[in-house]
């Protein structure tokens, strides 16, 4: 039922930039809690950014702080996580969370982000 098709992932340099989207469908995502997590090889999933079902909490990782920004556009159903000043160790795959007020979670495939030289 709830789906999350997530994109905007790539290959970008050192102090470079990309904002990744997740695409909701089957469920109205201002209804929800969205979040972003990220995962990189050999290492556990982490919690990026977050943000509350009514958009006016966000949290976010000490790692990302000052850097990243999580968004939503209610009009498209999409959740959105602009990546600035991007270095090596963002390199992971990303991933988009919904949770809804039943705490039944719903989670995108997940975008490859790759930050090098």
């Known amino acids: 039922q709830v789906q999350l098709v997530e994109s905007g992932g790539g290959l970008v340099q050192p102090g470079g930039f990309l904002r990744l989207s997740c695409v909701g469908s089957?469920?109205?995502?201002?209804?929800?809690?969205m979040s972003w997590y990220r995962q990189c090889p050999g290492k556990e999933r982490e919690l990026v950014a977050s943000m509350s079902s009514t958009g006016r909490t966000t949290t976010y990782a000490n790692s990302v702080k000052g850097r990243f920004t999580i968004s939503t556009d209610n009009a498209k159903n999409t959740v959105y996580l602009q990546m600035n000043s991007l270095k090596p160790e963002d390199t992971a795959v990303y991933y988009c969370k919904a949770k809804g007020v039943d705490g039944l979670e719903s989670w995108g495939q997940g975008t490859q982000v790759t930050v090098s030289s």
């Open positions: 089957g469920f109205t995502l201002s209804r929800y809690a």
